[in-house]
């Protein structure tokens, strides 16, 4: 059962963040052109208004049941830890969420707010295709119109994810500006809105942006630590010993880790894609690798050349595959609530592989780094320790990548 | 006094509207950005904007995105832009330069430095496109300090009572962005720029530009008739672009392509 936590700890509670500008510590904010900044102003007063609308809270809670398929279940994943030989590992289920991944918790409260809001045209940027794929689901089961803007790398990466999108009746643009990844997918989703400010709104799939879109996507993504947090006393006894997360923009972690954030004694993992290894100048791990600056609307740590150019980030995951991360991570990473780690590529394979054949479950790229984090960890614990990892999605779309680097043609 | 208030004071001696158009620093090269800028104001600049090459340019239409990108390709840095405006006003010394930009650059470089910098090299006012006013406590001080007028931005989004508040903070003059939509695409119509101007005469005094869409010298001349000044950027980056070789590289055609654009647009401006 969950253990209630004396109120003095409330007071100090890492959990009220943001202020009310949008800041978490230095970093976040809204760094917008002001063609924008009055609809982040009324984005942030409609937010405000349906977080403490039960009726909305209502509706939300019958499509994340019926529709989505929560709660995930929390799988205590016996062959991968018995093979390693250390701590117990759980497994938070969010593969098997309508669409095969977190990214539709999110999307499925937006929606409802977009709605709200008497919206009639969706735009969303997306790197491995997720959260697009969300995105055009929930367009196409309220019958809005839908634009994704989406890399051409990742296009050609990606291609089952595009192929769903075309069903489901999104329009998906190819950008081909710079590595044409999801930082210019990012770009031109923000071009897109500034220029149909009227109609549309611009549905943030990470815990990035201007302000309020970190706190709005956390907030949406915490049903997944908040179920955790249970599922593992229910079927424990007591709270984890650690909790461990991919990250790129950084959502699915702030998802899990947001519920945790008082509990001190939990110690939380941020795994970031390294890509080809920290130093070989082909990675996405933006706070090993960056510093603080400003992009896409808020300040957090970033990927950058000495002259504030950004950078292009390198993962084999399209979805890790971004310069920066959520300014909440940034401010838990000064403070140093959040352990953040990193995994590389192939280190992200192996971990596909062992999971795969030890549990029968392949994960996406993106949580084969928080399970390769895990199997780096498990083994260092003792075995009445627990550990959970967030998988928050399946490999399917990942099929062909690693068919690929494993030298088989399909 | 200020260059860009002395400026502004004798337009309006002559009755007319002001011409700004646009370069991006070192595009292609450094030598023809700073060729082109020392020509520009005999061929009719009356103030000039300096765009700082950014890798994420996310207010930016396709013409400056690409001119972003030949710039930082040929090295340009913020340090290097201002450089370039230094040499400029070795044989300029009153054509008020504003430098347009994104903030990370500046945020990078170090706001009180680059403040600093930026007057000593000979700028006159900062429009940092992703720094509205809710953030710009950050750089303003530095910039008051150092006397560079903060140009503030409005759009056809920002309501009247925004207005009011954004502009009682503004300085040098009022850069309007004359349509929802990014550079370079399309154009306002006069009624919605009268109907924005009307809104601006009541929420300031300083005198206001127009751009983001202006790209023919028959736009350039009713927008710096309604307003006080008229903006071109992508226009004449369009132009120029045209006449370089298969590699990007300037041509002879370069430059006397650009100026001519804008005796074009200055003609329009000042019949
Ligand atoms: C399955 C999966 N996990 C993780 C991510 C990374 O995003 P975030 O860090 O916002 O959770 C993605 C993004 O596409 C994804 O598809």
């Known amino acids: ?410 | 006094m200020s260059r860009i208030k002395t400026c502004f004071d004798r337009l309006k001696k002559e009755g007319r509207g002001a011409l700004l158009p646009y370069l991006e620093a070192f595009d292609p090269d450094r030598e023809t950005s700073l060729a082109l800028l020392r020509q520009m104001p005999e061929a009719g600049a009356d103030l000039i904007e300096v765009g700082v090459p950014f890798s994420d340019p996310s207010a930016d239409g396709p013409t400056i995105q690409l001119a972003a990108r030949r710039g930082l390709k040929a090295g340009a840095t913020l340090k290097g832009t201002l450089e370039l405006i230094q040499d400029f006003r070795r044989e300029n010394d009153h054509t008020p330069i504003i430098l347009m930009g994104y903030y990370n650059p500046i945020d990078s470089y170090g706001v009180e430095r680059f403040c600093k910098d930026a007057r000593s090299a000979g700028v006159d006012g900062l429009i940092v496109v992703d720094l509205p006013p809710e953030e710009s406590e950050e750089l303003a001080p530095h910039a008051r300090a150092e006397g560079l007028d903060m140009i503030t931005l409005t759009a056809p989004t920002t309501p009247d009572d925004r207005l009011k508040t954004i502009l009682r903070k503004a300085s040098g003059f009022v850069y309007h962005v004359s349509i929802t939509g990014i550079t370079g695409t399309r154009s306002a119509t006069e009624e919605q720029l009268k109907a924005a101007m009307t809104r601006l005469r009541a929420a300031t005094d300083l005198p206001v530009v127009a751009g983001f869409g202006i790209s023919t010298p028959e736009q350039a001349r009713t927008a710096s008739r309604i307003s006080d000044g008229a903006v071109v950027a992508s226009a004449i980056i369009k132009e120029m672009a045209a006449t370089y070789d298969e590699h990007g590289h300037a041509t002879a055609r370069s430059i006397p392509t650009a100026l001519e654009k804008i005796r074009s647009l200055a003609r329009a401006v000042r019949s």
């Open chain 1, 1 to 410: 059962m969950p253990v209630n936590k004396p109120i003095t700890s409330q007071l100090n509670s890492l959990r009220t963040g943001p202020d009310e500008r949008g800041h978490f510590g230095i970093h976040g904010g809204r760094f917008v052109a002001e063609t924008l900044m009055p609809l982040m102003l009324e984005l942030e007063k409609a937010y405000n208004h349906v977080k403490t609308d039960p009726q909305f809270q209502e509706e939300l809670d019958y499509y994340l049941r019926h529709y989505v398929g929560r709660p995930s279940p929390l799988w205590h994943a016996r062959r991968l830890s018995e093979t390693l030989g250390g701590a117990q590992i759980y497994l938070k289920r969010e593969e098997l969420n309508h669409t095969g991944s977190h990214k539709l918790n999110n999307v499925m409260g937006q929606i409802l707010l977009a709605r709200r809001m008497g919206k009639t045209r969706i735009v969303a940027e997306t790197g491995a295709g997720q959260h697009g794929v969300a995105t055009a689901t929930v367009c196409a089961l309220f019958g809005l119109d839908c634009e994704i803007y989406m890399g051409a790398t990742d296009v050609e990466r990606q291609k089952p994810n595009v192929f769903r999108m075309h069903l489901l009746g999104a329009k998906v643009h190819p950008v081909t500006a710079g590595a044409g990844t999801l930082k210019d997918a990012m770009n031109e989703a923000m071009r897109d809105w500034v220029a149909n400010v009227e109609n549309t709104y611009f549905l943030v799939g990470t815990v990035a942006g201007p302000h309020p879109y970190p706190a709005m996507v956390r907030d949406f993504q915490s049903v997944i630590g908040t179920e955790a947090r249970e599922q593992i006393q229910e079927q424990t006894g007591r709270l984890p010993d650690a909790v461990i997360a991919a990250i790129g923009g950084g959502s699915n972690a702030m998802g899990i880790f947001h519920p945790f954030l008082d509990d001190a004694d939990v110690p939380l993992y941020g795994v970031e894609a390294a890509g080809l290894g920290l130093d070989s100048g082909k990675t996405a791990a933006s706070i090993a690798r960056g510093r603080p600056g400003v992009l896409h609307g808020n300040r957090t740590y970033l990927l950058q050349d000495e002259h504030g150019q950004i950078t292009e980030a390198h993962s084999i995951s399209a979805g890790l595959d971004y310069p920066g991360i959520g300014p909440e991570h940034s401010w838990l990473k000064d403070i140093g609530r959040v352990n953040y780690v990193s995994a590389t590529d192939d280190q992200a394979l192996d971990a596909f592989q062992t999971l795969t054949r030890l549990e029968g479950i392949i994960p996406a790229l993106e949580s084969a780094h928080a399970v390769a984090h895990a199997i780096v960890m498990a083994s260092t614990m003792t075995r009445d320790q627990t550990i959970i990892v967030n998988l928050s999605g399946r490999g399917d779309k990942d099929v062909p990548t690693v068919a690929a680097h494993l030298g088989v043609k399909l």
